[in-house]
Every structure is written in C-alpha cells, then in structure tokens.
C-alpha cells in the first residue's frame, strides 16, 4: 500500500447533503477515488464529533476498497492520552 495519497479528512453525514434517492442504511453518502488514498481524521471539536467522523470514514475507505477492511493507524495522543489524530487505511482481512 505504499502508494497511497494522504487526504485530510472531517466530515460527518450530517455535513454532506444527502441525494433524494439516499438511503443511510445501504449507502455512505459519498466515496470519493478513495482507492488509492488513506484518510488522516484529527479531532476538531467534540468527541461524538470525532467518533462520527472515524466511523464515516471507515465506512467511506471500505466502500471504495471492496474485499478490504478498514484500520486505524498513526494515533497522536494528548498529555491526557486521549486519542487526536489517526490515519484511516485499508488492509486484506486475514
């Protein structure tokens, strides 16, 4: 996977308007060329925020790399520990 373009990512389905025809329990509602990207999620703002976002892009990077399961990588921690940044990629299940 050492091709892979790093692409800042902080979005929540609430920030992508959805298709008249969208349906959230099938769908993300977007996939960007994310085959060949891995996504870097950095907390800004709230935690239920940051968790929309992980959760969002890991649906996002699994639907564009089918057979391929989503992981979360290159943690930065805080003085606290608590987590502030990750990179989101794909990797073949086992």
């Known amino acids: ?8 990512f902080n979005l929540t389905r609430e ?5 008249p025809d969208f349906n959230p329990s099938r769908e993300t509602p977007l ?5 060949h990207q891995d996504l ?7 935690g239920a925020r940051f968790m929309r976002v992980i959760i969002l892009a890991c649906q996002m990077i699994e639907r564009a790399n089918p057979g391929r399961v989503a992981v979360m ?22």
């Open 31 to 35: 996939v960007p060329a994310m085959e």
């Open 40 to 46: 870097r999620v950095t907390r800004n703002g709230d």
């Open 1 to 8: 996977m050492s091709n892979r373009q790093l692409i800042e």
């Open 73 to 94: 990588t290159d943690h930065v921690l805080n003085d606290a520990g608590d987590v502030e940044a990750m990179t989101i990629t794909v990797i073949e299940p086992r």
């Open 15 to 19: 920030d992508i308007p959805a298709r």
